[in-house]
T-cell receptor, first 114, second 114 residues
Framework: GDSVTQMEGPVTLSEEAFLTINCTYT??????LFWYVQYPGEGLQLLLK?????DKGSNKGFEATYRKETTSFHLEKGSVQVSDSAVYFC?????????????FGEGTQLTVNP | DGGITQSPKYLFRKEGQNVTLSCEQNLNHDAMYWYRQDPGQGLRLIYY???????QKGDIAEGYSVSREKKESFPLTVTSAQKNPTAFYLCASSMDWGDTDTQYFGPGTRLTVL
């Protein structure tokens, strides 16, 4: 079935450091890919998405490129802030197994220290 | 403001009791979802509804029930048959049942069984 694998956390960075959170997926068909962010005690918010190969999603300084050849959708930010501390989830939908349901990775906890 | 509301934010239940979690949306979305989140894990789909008066089991439906009598409401009942109900429950909605549609999440309900 469809699945999403994220790099193990937690990740701790200093403010202004470069961030990469790896995400790879397994799916047949042509899935859409998403990054969601969850701040403490809250629900999830969409951070960015890409719906076809080579698309780049971007928002609030975060970027991710849909790489079909490597089945990856890595999240990057050039300079993180303390306010970016949260849990980040990679997800897919539209695979032949999942259909329109979202399949989530395990989440990566990011802590940014001043 | 449009959005998804969940109530209550915190809920305590004694073993053997059924409890109903509320989810309301005023986004005029057709599709709604219930997820369960456990510490260190991604979200798992409990039930989903593509349209009013219709719903389908997700990956972990045992011990849960739902109804979708109105477009804006999708309550979840956690029954006494659910063996380990303590978790964070998230409701979501999307405009349509499409794999590129963004799911919007509520703030969640934390259920604790005493």
């Amino acid at each position: 079935g469809d699945s999403v694998t994220q790099m193990e956390g937690p990740v701790t960075l200093s403010e202004e450091a470069f961030l990469t959170i790896n995400c790879t997926y397994t799916a047949t068909g042509y899935p859409s890919l998403f990054w969601y962010v969850q701040y403490p005690g809250e629900g999830l918010q969409l951070l960015l998405k890409a719906t076809k190969a080579d698309d780049k999603g971007s928002n609030k300084g975060f970027e991710a490129t849909y790489r079909k050849e490597t089945t990856s959708f890595h999240l990057e930010k050039g300079s993180v802030q303390v306010s970016d501390s949260a849990v980040y989830f990679c997800a897919l939908s539209g695979g032949e197994t999942s259909g329109s349901r979202l399949t989530f990775g395990e989440g990566t906890q990011l802590t940014v220290n001043p | 403001d449009g959005g998804i509301t969940q109530s209550p934010k915190y809920l305590f239940r004694k073993e053997g009791q059924n409890v109903t979690l509320s989810c309301e949306q005023n986004l005029n979305h057709d599709a709604m979802y219930w997820y369960r989140q456990d510490p260190g894990q991604g979200l798992r789909l409990i039930y989903y509804s593509q349209i009013v008066n219709d719903f389908q089991k997700g990956d972990i439906a045992e011990g849960y029930s739902v109804s979708r009598e109105k477009k804006e409401s999708f309550p979840l009942t956690v029954t006494s048959a659910q063996k380990n109900p303590t978790a964070f429950y998230l409701c979501a909605s999307s405009m349509d049942w499409g794999d590129t549609d963004t799911q919007y999440f509520g703030p969640g309900t934390r259920l604790t069984v005493l």
